[in-house]
Nanobody
């Protein structure tokens, strides 16, 4: 069974750092774009950052300069390094990946989410 498993969330003080990880497992032919989204209480899920299979990255304006997305293709893992965290970064963070499971089939997968709380 194909799944994305996130880790690394937690409670951190404003100005602190966290590193999220998301590992894809199962019978995977190849992985295309990977990304991170977040959803704060009472708000819609929003895109945070994305990375292509070739390593090109993009960021939401709200996190640009503070967050860094990276991936290790050998480990089928995407990371999100979050620095200078603010209370408004508090949310459940979800990873997303476009996975090809066979030469004829690809689909979009989501992780289960990991809570990030920024508070003093």
């Amino acid at each position: 069974q194909v799944q994305l498993v996130e880790s690394g969330g937690g409670l951190v003080q404003p100005g602190g750092s966290l590193r999220l990880s998301c590992a894809a497992s199962g019978s995977i032919f190849s992985i295309y774009d990977m990304g991170w989204y977040r959803q704060a209480p009472g708000k819609q899920r929003e895109w945070v950052a994305g990375i292509t299979s070739g390593g090109s990255t993009n960021y939401a304006d709200s996190v640009k300069g503070r967050f860094t997305i990276s991936r290790d293709n050998a480990k089928n893992t995407v990371y999100l390094q979050m620095n200078s965290l603010k209370p408004e970064d508090t949310a459940v963070y979800y990873c997303n990946a476009a996975l090809r499971l066979s030469p004829d089939y690809e689909d979009d997968y989501w992780g289960q989410g990991t809570q990030v709380t920024v508070s003093s």
